[in-house]
């Protein structure tokens, strides 16, 4: 803005915009309301704002994603496949709360919110409450200024609790918990309001300070006289007007003593103050995590089981878990799995999962749910539980580690399987995965019921079950509301479910003739509603059929790495050839040499209808608009370089001409 120096500036950009596309989507925007901001600041004429600041600003911001391109156009193309590319901007504008109430959680110990309730984490020090009214009192600073500050500050405030100002801050979509992640970019510029008025405060006089600490003091009765909050108890307030009051001294003192030595023990006092803050809060308002040592102390348990799968077949497959840590496990200690959380997902997988009744929202979607049936689809071969009490005729256990146990899958499909052609999951059974496998096993031209409903009963909130015959039950929830259930009585013992939604299907084991398990539950809140769930009975007859079926042709020989894989097939007779591999627009598939389009089963997994004969697979997947990304990228490298080049003889020539 004073020197036209941009380099620093666009580069910068580039890294925020290349590490994390989506924070940089509100960092850009902050930077076009602070670049406004600073234009009115500086005084500028408008010949120099039309023909310098806008378009330098207009150039190197440009000029900074177009750097960042190689991955922001992937990235663009890969949400546009998920359920946050439907941009659905709001009909009419609506406000969550009021701006008093936003400003009571700049006190101490105000819960940190982490769900759906839009409330900012702004807490940044309690000082902060002292040192705004200082800023505003200080002559010293121009009116112009402070304006200008309020405003955007103001603004940000505003977009906190306004329905359409937050859905654009997010990138044109509403944040999945953890809201207002613009919050940082508020608490910057408050700080640096902070920060201007402490180093000004000895050319203030102490009445100042004593008004800014009473004005804090009538923000308290304020805030306790129309915030209504659960969370904003006599203790918060008097906890936060305590250290503010230590502040104020501390304050008064040193705009007041010219003694270096006393300053020298009252900068120890206020960063002891800050301290002591700091771990109170923390101590009071974070995040319940596990330590470190637990988190992952099994990590080398499962890299050596998952070494061990590798010894016992080639090819490619997935490995799943009966009980998970978080929602990326396979991410986490590196082997292939059927889950993952991302913002970027498939939204398509997602889609499949629901309707197999298996865990998924707008940015996960999770093995958990998957019947015998549909984890053979998704061509999961191994499991990893923390007991040994998983073992019957669908898990065989093979090894252990730790308290880690590795089961293989007994039924299973191989990664390229056949059906007749044309087959594909039949429409309709919204929240009926069970029956639409069914449905599935009777368009295969198998006789016989895979999944029958069984008698279960309610008692009280719960669902109980007799089993009348030994073998693989499941369960399903048939009402929304649900999010945790408990089973007790099964073979572990107890098993417990989350992430539960109308639908959501339930693994209950391997039960004895006439052992009975229990449904609970497992919210714990007293208006949690009753649980409403059938139960079914797997025949495995059907099962054993239904892959045989699937299995007598499959494709063999497959070769796999990270963006290639490689396969052949001999088709005795015409069928469907599914890949347990969802489509992406970056697949390019090629068949017998020659570039082939395949069909979608279930509207995710890719297929080919294939006629008899000998075919061989090559496919290789490359993101859409990696090519864009690169050009683009170049081409802004060499432009900001050659910018950079230009302006340095233009410099040195001026530098000449003064001496």
């Given at each position: 803005?004073?020197?036209?120096?941009?380099?620093?500036?666009?580069?910068?950009?580039?890294?925020?915009?290349?590490?994390?596309?989506?924070?940089?989507?509100?960092?850009?925007?902050?930077?076009?309301?602070?670049?406004?901001?600073?234009?009115?600041?500086?005084?500028?004429?408008?010949?120099?704002?039309?023909?310098?600041?806008?378009?330098?600003?207009?150039?190197?911001?440009?000029?900074?994603?177009?750097?960042?391109?190689?991955?922001?156009?992937?990235?663009?193309?890969?949400?546009?496949?998920?359920?946050?590319?439907?941009?659905?901007?709001?009909?009419?504008?609506?406000?969550?709360?009021?701006?008093?109430?936003?400003?009571?959680?700049?006190?101490?110990?105000?819960?940190?919110?982490?769900?759906?309730?839009?409330?900012?984490?702004?807490?940044?020090?309690?000082?902060?409450?002292?040192?705004?009214?200082?800023?505003?009192?200080?002559?010293?600073?121009?009116?112009?200024?402070?304006?200008?500050?309020?405003?955007?500050?103001?603004?940000?405030?505003?977009?906190?609790?306004?329905?359409?100002?937050?859905?654009?801050?997010?990138?044109?979509?509403?944040?999945?918990?953890?809201?207002?992640?613009?919050?940082?970019?508020?608490?910057?510029?408050?700080?640096?309001?902070?920060?201007?008025?402490?180093?000004?405060?000895?050319?203030?006089?102490?009445?100042?300070?004593?008004?800014?600490?009473?004005?804090?003091?009538?923000?308290?009765?304020?805030?306790?006289?129309?915030?209504?909050?659960?969370?904003?108890?006599?203790?918060?307030?008097?906890?936060?007007?305590?250290?503010?009051?230590?502040?104020?001294?501390?304050?008064?003192?040193?705009?007041?003593?010219?003694?270096?030595?006393?300053?020298?023990?009252?900068?120890?006092?206020?960063?002891?103050?800050?301290?002591?803050?700091?771990?109170?809060?923390?101590?009071?308002?974070?995040?319940?995590?596990?330590?470190?040592?637990?988190?992952?102390?099994?990590?080398?348990?499962?890299?050596?089981?998952?070494?061990?799968?590798q010894t016992r077949e080639e090819g490619i497959y997935r490995v799943e878990k009966f009980t998970r840590k978080t929602k990326n496990d396979g991410t986490l200690t590196?082997?292939?799995?059927?889950?993952?959380?991302?913002?970027?997902?498939?939204?398509?997988?997602?889609?499949?999962?629901?309707?197999?009744?298996?865990?998924?929202?707008?940015?996960?979607?999770?093995?958990?749910?998957?019947?015998?049936?549909?984890?053979?689809?998704?061509?999961?071969?191994?499991?990893?539980?923390?007991?040994?009490?998983?073992?019957?005729?669908?898990?065989?256990?093979?090894?252990?580690?730790?308290?880690?146990?590795?089961?293989?899958?007994?039924?299973?499909?191989?990664?390229?399987?056949?059906?007749?052609?044309?087959?594909?999951?039949?429409?309709?059974?919204?929240?009926?995965?069970?029956?639409?496998?069914?449905?599935?096993?009777?368009?295969?031209?198998i006789e016989g019921i895979l999944f029958q409903q069984v008698e279960s009963e309610s008692r009280g909130d719960n669902v109980e079950f007799t089993a009348q015959k030994?073998?693989?039950?499941?369960?399903?929830?048939?009402?929304?509301?649900?999010?945790?259930?408990?089973?007790?009585?099964?073979?572990?013992?107890?098993?417990?479910?989350?992430?539960?939604?109308?639908?959501?299907?339930?693994?209950?084991?391997?039960?004895?003739?006439?052992?009975?398990?229990?449904?609970?539950?497992?919210?714990?809140?007293?208006?949690?509603?009753?649980?409403?769930?059938?139960?079914?009975?797997?025949?495995?007859?059907?099962?054993?059929?239904?892959?045989?079926?699937?299995?007598?042709?499959?494709?063999?020989?497959?070769?796999?790495?990270?963006?290639?894989?490689?396969?052949?097939?001999?088709?005795?007779?015409?069928?469907?050839?599914?890949?347990?591999?969802?489509?992406?627009?970056?697949?390019?598939?090629?068949?017998?040499?020659?570039?082939?389009?395949?069909?979608?089963?279930?509207?995710?997994?890719?297929?080919?209808?294939?006629?008899?004969?000998?075919?061989?697979?090559?496919?290789?997947?490359?993101?859409?608009?990696?090519?864009?990304?690169?050009?683009?990228?170049?081409?802004?490298?060499?432009?900001?370089?050659?910018?950079?080049?230009?302006?340095?003889?233009?410099?040195?020539?001026?530098?000449?001409?003064?001496?």
């Amino acid at each position: 803005m004073k020197d036209g120096r941009c380099g620093l500036y666009c580069i910068t950009l580039a890294i925020s915009i290349y590490t994390n596309y989506y924070i940089s989507i509100m960092i850009c925007i902050f930077l076009v309301l602070y670049f406004l901001l600073l234009l009115v600041m500086e005084r500028k004429g408008l010949r120099d704002i039309w023909k310098k600041n806008i378009p330098h600003f207009a150039l190197y911001s440009l000029l900074a994603g177009g750097m960042a391109a190689v991955l922001l156009i992937p990235e663009v193309c890969a949400i546009l496949q998920t359920d946050f590319g439907d941009m659905d901007f709001p009909e009419k504008i609506e406000s969550y709360f009021s701006v008093l109430d936003m400003l009571a959680r700049h006190c101490m110990c105000v819960y940190t919110e982490r769900g759906l309730d839009h409330w900012p984490n702004i807490y940044c020090g309690s000082a902060v409450l002292l040192f705004v009214p200082l800023y505003l009192m200080n002559r010293h600073i121009s009116i112009r200024e402070k304006f200008c500050r309020m405003a955007l500050a103001g603004f940000l405030l505003l977009s906190f609790g306004t329905n359409m100002l937050d859905f654009l801050w997010h990138g044109l979509n509403y944040p999945d918990s953890l809201p207002a992640r613009q919050s940082f970019l508020y608490i910057f510029l408050v700080l640096t309001m902070c920060y201007d008025a402490f180093r000004r405060v000895r050319e203030t006089d102490g009445q100042q300070i004593l008004y800014g600490y009473l004005w804090a003091v009538g923000f308290f009765l304020f805030c306790e006289k129309f915030v209504d909050h659960e969370d904003f108890e006599w203790g918060v307030k008097l906890l936060t007007l305590g250290f503010v009051s230590v502040y104020a001294i501390l304050l008064y003192l040193y705009r007041t003593r010219d003694d270096q030595a006393l300053h020298k023990g009252l900068a120890v006092m206020g960063l002891t103050m800050v301290v002591a803050e700091c771990i109170l809060n923390t101590y009071a308002t974070s995040v319940g995590t596990v330590s470190r040592s637990a988190y992952l102390g099994q990590q080398e348990d499962y890299r050596a089981l998952y070494e061990d799968t590798q010894t016992r077949e080639e090819g490619i497959y997935r490995v799943e878990k009966f009980t998970r840590k978080t929602k990326n496990d396979g991410t986490l200690t590196g082997y292939p799995t059927a889950s993952v959380f991302s913002s970027t997902l498939n939204s398509q997988v997602m889609d499949l999962y629901k309707r197999l009744g298996m865990r998924h929202s707008k940015v996960y979607y999770g093995f958990d749910g998957a019947t015998a049936l549909t984890s053979a689809m998704l061509n999961v071969h191994y499991m990893f539980g923390e007991s040994a009490d998983y073992e019957n005729g669908l898990y065989t256990l093979l090894a252990q580690s730790g308290d880690i146990y590795l089961y293989q899958c007994n039924a299973v499909l191989p990664f390229g399987y056949v059906a007749p052609t044309g087959f594909d999951l039949p429409e309709g059974y919204e929240n009926q995965g069970l029956k639409l496998q069914n449905r599935m096993v009777k368009e295969l031209g198998i006789e016989g019921i895979l999944f029958q409903q069984v008698e279960s009963e309610s008692r009280g909130d719960n669902v109980e079950f007799t089993a009348q015959k030994g073998g693989y039950y499941y369960g399903i929830l048939t009402a929304s509301g649900t999010g945790k259930v408990d089973c007790i009585g099964g073979s572990t013992g107890e098993e417990k479910f989350q992430d539960l939604k109308k639908g959501s299907i339930l693994y209950l084991g391997y039960l004895e003739k006439d052992q009975t398990i229990t449904l609970t539950n497992g919210d714990q809140e007293d208006e949690s509603p009753k649980i409403q769930a059938d139960v079914f009975y797997m025949d495995e007859a059907v099962l054993t059929q239904v892959l045989a079926l699937l299995a007598k042709q499959h494709m063999e020989h497959v070769v796999w790495d990270n963006d290639t894989l490689t396969g052949s097939i001999a088709m005795e007779k015409a069928g469907r050839l599914i890949l347990s591999v969802p489509y992406e627009a970056g697949w390019r598939v090629l068949v017998n040499g020659e570039e082939a389009e395949g069909e979608l089963f279930g509207g995710c997994l890719m297929a080919f209808d294939l006629a008899p004969g000998e075919y061989q697979f090559e496919m290789q997947y490359v993101p859409e608009g990696l090519g864009a990304g690169i050009g683009v990228t170049i081409i802004s490298l060499l432009m900001f370089v050659g910018l950079m080049v230009l302006r340095r003889p233009r410099k040195a020539l001026l530098s000449s001409v003064k001496d």
